[in-house]
């Protein structure tokens, strides 16, 4: 048995079936450094970080001196946001073998996820020293040229790397950055379209396609503003809620609560029915997207059914939550990568769900002495279902969600 296989399935980015291969031959052969290395990038890629960590230390532990075990880990711990650890690995594999520059170009990512542009050139200019047309440094040296807005030269790095290689498609990605910097907004669209098709998992290429339709599209460009102001920022969000409550009170919060929580869904319904906006959004919100229009739509029509065969009901207050709340609620869960944040919404949305349905038969269905719901089972049923709905706004808004890093991988 041979790990040829294995490394084949890695080349394609099938990591799934290139870990089941890895697995397979590490059974056999226990002390394979390089095969732990490899088992260790094909777990990261899959979302494992405990089991890429716990691989890349196997990795250093059975060869201490083998540079690219030091590499694995610094990519490792880059994913896991451990920055600093990351650049002591990395430095640890170029102080065994400091003629590779494959190493040098992760040191100049890791500088660029620290926001250290200057170092990121520089350890970019180390590996071209060595190898002046090696993509990897290429690629970096035009992020961090980009980020000190040196536009012009980041583009001269970007059309070298697509002279070497057309289909890279981070330096599609730099170019649609630069010309949206520019103000060519079509150009720069143009640009952040072929990214993705080269590589539609390409986050880099969705946020800035996203951003340049959110510029030329006023509808997607409120709905991102409303997004972005629902998204956790501990110092942002007391000092705005404090002018809130001061010069609009309770009221404005409550509508502010409601379209920043359902902004982020109404954003990607939009653009998924648009043919050029659709590229933006990963496989998880294409099919969130999918499912919630199809439900609001058969929500409205349930509701049209309800008004003209009941009339306007109070008791209808939990009932339009369930139909048109809860659906926005658990179209959350597809951005929670824990499966117990995942586990905790769905609970949430079942129970408020169940008393939406509730809801609905008190109101159709009169008590045996001929009237419908008291009074008092209204208040009560409003009042669970505005705890529920309390309880899972905060919760969700709370929790904070992995988004990706502005320079790609």
Same mark, same amino acid.
């Given at each position: 048995?041979?790990?040829? =296989? ?19 031959? &590490? ?6 450094? @390089? ?36 590499? $694995? #880990?610094?990519?490792?711990? /880059? ?11 990395? =430095? ?20 660029? #996820? ?20 090696? &993509?990897?440094? &290429? ?6 040229? @980009? ?17 070497? /290689? ?5 330096? %599609?990605?730099?170019?649609? @950055?630069?010309?949206? *910097? ?10 952040? #379209?072929?990214? &993705? #098709? ?35 920022? +501990? ?29 982020? %869904? ?35 029509? +349930? ?35 824990? *499966?117990?944040?995942?586990? *905790? ?19 159709? $269905?009169?008590?045996?002495?001929? =009237? ?6 209204? =208040? ?30």
């Amino acid at each position: 048995m041979s790990s040829a =296989r294995a490394s084949a399935l890695y080349a394609q980015k099938r990591y799934s079936q290139a870990e089941k291969e890895y697995r397979q031959f &590490l059974s056999a052969n226990p002390d394979d450094s @390089y095969s732990h290395g490899m088992l260790a990038l094909c777990c990261v890629y899959q979302k494992k970080e405990a089991e890429a960590l716990r691989e890349s230390e196997e990795a250093i532990r059975l060869s201490p001196d083998f540079a690219w075990a030091h590499y $694995v #880990r610094s990519h490792v711990l /880059k994913w896991l946001g451990k920055n600093a650890e990351a650049e002591t690995a990395i =430095r640890d594999a170029i102080r065994l073998d400091p003629e590779k520059a494959l190493y040098y170009g992760e040191l100049a990512h890791v500088h660029l #996820r620290m926001k250290k542009f200057k170092e990121s050139a520089e350890a970019a200019d180390a590996g071209l020293a060595l190898e002046p047309d090696h &993509l990897t440094c &290429l690629n970096y040296k035009g992020w961090a040229l @980009y980020a000190k807005m040196k536009f012009d030269d980041a583009n001269i790095i970007a059309d070298e790397i697509l002279r070497l /290689k057309p289909e890279q498609a981070d330096a %599609h990605a730099l170019k649609g @950055y630069i010309h949206f *910097q520019r103000g060519k907004k079509v150009e720069a669209i143009q640009q952040f #379209r072929e990214a &993705l #098709r080269l590589d539609p998992q390409l986050e880099t290429a969705r946020d800035g396609l996203l951003t340049s339709l959110c510029s030329r599209n006023p509808l997607y460009g409120v709905l991102a503003a409303f997004s972005w102001l629902g998204q956790p920022r +501990i110092p942002f969000f007391f000092g705005y809620y404090a002018i809130a409550i001061v010069a609009f009170y309770l009221f404005f919060i409550v509508c502010h609560l409601v379209l920043s929580a359902i902004a982020p %869904h109404l954003l990607n319904i939009c653009m998924r029915y648009d043919p050029i906006a659709k590229h933006a959004l990963n496989e998880n919100e294409i099919f969130a997207a999918t499912v919630l229009s199809s439900w609001l739509l058969a929500a409205y029509m +349930i509701t049209m059914i309800l008004l003209f065969t009941c009339g306007l009901s109070p008791i209808f207050a939990p009932a339009f939550f369930f139909l048109y709340g809860v659906p926005f609620l658990l179209a959350r869960i597809f951005e929670f990568p824990d *499966q117990r944040y995942r586990r *905790q919404v769905i609970i949430y949305s079942a129970v408020a769900a169940t008393f939406g349905i509730l809801s609905i038969c008190f109101a159709v $269905v009169p008590e045996p002495h001929g =009237r419908f719901a008291s009074p008092y089972d209204v =208040r009560l049923l409003s009042l669970y279902t505005a705890a529920i709905f309390s309880v899972m706004v905060l919760f969700v808004r709370t929790v904070q969600v992995k988004h990706a890093e502005p320079y790609s991988v």
